[in-house]
């Protein structure tokens, strides 16, 4: 499971933060239509759903969906 958190996971004091997943593939977003997380706001997105449609040398860029935690934006490189 993918979640995003802010504060120390293990704390009562942590919160989670709404975020968006997208693959990209060349400078291209994919979009398929089984990719029924693409465009919601998530607070967990099971991540073996959306490895399914990756392949090695994808982008997977976790982008949070309020500005106010732009830091916590990532941009992971696959290497399955």
């Known amino acids: 499971m993918l979640t995003l958190i802010k504060g120390?996971?293990?704390?009562t004091e942590s919160v989670s933060i709404p975020f968006k997943v997208q693959l990209r593939r060349e400078g291209q977003i994919l979009n398929h239509a089984e990719m029924?997380?693409?465009?919601?706001?998530?607070?967990?997105?099971?991540i073996s759903k959306v490895?399914?449609?990756?392949?090695?040398?994808?982008?997977?860029?976790i982008?949070?969906?309020?500005?106010?935690?732009?830091?916590?934006?990532?941009?992971?490189?696959?290497v399955l």
């Open 51 to 61: 490895l399914a449609f990756g392949q090695p040398g994808d982008q997977l860029i």
């Open 8 to 11: 120390e996971p293990a704390s």
């Open 36 to 46: 029924n997380f693409m465009g919601k706001e998530l607070y967990e997105v099971e």
């Open 63 to 78: 982008d949070p969906a309020s500005p106010e935690y732009w830091k916590a934006k990532r941009i992971l490189k696959l």
